[in-house]
Every structure is written in structure tokens, then in C-alpha cells.
């Protein structure tokens, strides 16, 4: 199946600091991609829809100014967690899907703490 | 709220075939079953998917009832690597965002 990354995949920062968090398509060009994060025990909660060229979709609850999405091109999505504090630790995880294909593929993960 | 209900876990021998259920009622004509699957620690795993007919890969198989209200992902022949949560959903096309519900947490035992 097609190949979707994540970089980096573990992160530590303190209190107050940004992250950034990318997404790539590796194979294939992703128009569409989602971002979700996932707390210990729970399962993944979509946080926003990305698409290339345009502003992303934020699900409700979820903060557009703390959580910065950026998808510049047809295979990157960029998510920036914007001062970071300990309750943004979490596993944050993309999906993507692209033209031609049927399925959604996801990334093997970001996971973040915040110290 | 996820469109599909399934069993908080289920267990499984090693080297049998795992049956894991869901259910999808309220599922519509034009929306397909996806199976994925989460190890722990990774990113969720496509497993399968299917519109109405049964399908078949080298991962499992997808059995959807004639009404399209359930559908069965068996796993041939269970091995401890499938150890995971699996999960069920319905959508319309691959740009849709996937509603994740609890998943079925699938143990396999030696």
C-alpha cells in the first residue's frame, strides 16, 4: 500500500515552545489529508481536515490558533502545536489519501510530551 | 459518533481464525466497510474494505451480510503479531474523515 511519514516521531519540549510535525506522502500526491491525535487508552480523535491550497477544516473543540495546519503542497501537511503545554502531550497521527486510489493510509505517528 | 458498533475485545488461539463482528446499521447504499487495525504504539494499518460483495487479500477476508448491516473480518490464521485494536468504519469515498469508535481489542493467545 502507499507509504505516508511522519516526522519526527518522538518529541520532548518544555512548557511554552512550538512543535512542528510533518506529514509526507511518499508515493503517491494526497489532496486530501487528516490529522488526529490519540490519548493513552482512547481511541483517535480527528482534529482537523487538510487540503492542499487551502485553509484546513477544524472538528469542534479544537483550537485553529494553537494547532497551525499548513498542506503547501500536494505531498506535505504540516501540523504546529503553538505553545505547547502538558495537556497537548499526545500521539498525533496523519492520514492521507490521494487521486487514483481508494484508501485513506496513515502515518506511524508523532509522539509528543510536553515537560 | 462512530457509525459502527463492535465488541470491546475478543480473544483468539494462535493459528485459528479470528472473527471479529460490526455492526452498521444505518449504513448507506453508497458507503463502504474499511477495516483497520492499530499495534500498539503505531499508526492505524489498512486491513480491507468492501461495498457490498465479500473480498478477499493476503490479510483477511470481509464477509458483508446481503443487507449490509454487519460484516465479519476474519483473520485465516491468527498469529501473536496480530495482536491489536481493530477497527470498523463506514464512509462514502477516501476523503472522508474517518469517525474512529473504541475499536475491537483483539488478544491472541499462544
Known amino acids: 500500500g502507499a507509504v505516508v511519514s511522519q516526522h519526527p516521531s518522538r518529541v520532548i519540549c518544555k512548557s511554552g515552545t512550538s512543535v512542528k510535525i510533518e506529514c509526507r506522502s511518499l508515493?503517491?500526491?494526497?489532496?486530501?489529508m487528516f490529522w488526529y491525535r490519540q490519548f493513552p487508552k482512547q481511541s483517535l480523535m480527528l482534529m482537523a481536515t487538510?487540503?492542499?491550497?487551502?485553509?484546513?477544516?477544524?472538528e469542534q473543540g479544537v483550537e485553529k490558533d494553537k494547532f497551525l495546519i499548513n498542506h503547501a503542497s500536494l505531498t506535505l501537511s504540516t501540523l504546529t502545536v503553538t505553545s505547547a503545554h502538558p495537556e497537548d502531550s499526545s500521539f498525533y497521527i496523519c492520514?492521507?489519501?490521494?487521486?487514483?486510489?481508494?484508501?485513506?493510509?496513515f502515518g506511524p505517528g508523532t509522539r509528543l510530551t510536553v515537560l | 459518533d462512530a457509525k459502527t458498533t463492535q465488541p470491546t475485545s475478543m480473544d483468539c488461539a494462535e493459528g485459528r481464525a479470528a472473527n471479529l463482528p460490526c455492526n452498521h446499521s444505518t449504513i448507506s447504499g453508497n458507503e463502504y466497510v474499511y477495516w483497520y487495525r492499530q499495534i500498539h504504539s503505531q499508526g492505524p494499518q489498512y486491513i480491507i474494505h468492501g461495498l457490498k460483495n465479500n473480498e478477499t487479500n493476503e490479510m483477511a477476508s470481509l464477509i458483508i451480510t446481503e443487507d449490509r448491516k454487519s460484516s465479519t473480518l476474519i483473520l485465516p490464521h491468527a498469529t501473536l503479531r496480530d495482536t491489536a485494536v481493530y477497527y470498523c468504519i463506514v464512509i462514502t469515498f477516501r476523503d472522508d474523515k474517518i469517525i474512529f469508535g473504541k475499536g475491537t481489542r483483539l488478544h491472541i493467545l499462544p
Open positions: 487538510s487540503n492542499e491550497g487551502s485553509k484546513a477544516t477544524y
Open positions: 492520514s492521507a489519501s490521494g487521486a487514483g486510489g481508494d484508501t485513506q493510509y
Open positions: 508515493d503517491f500526491q494526497a489532496t486530501t
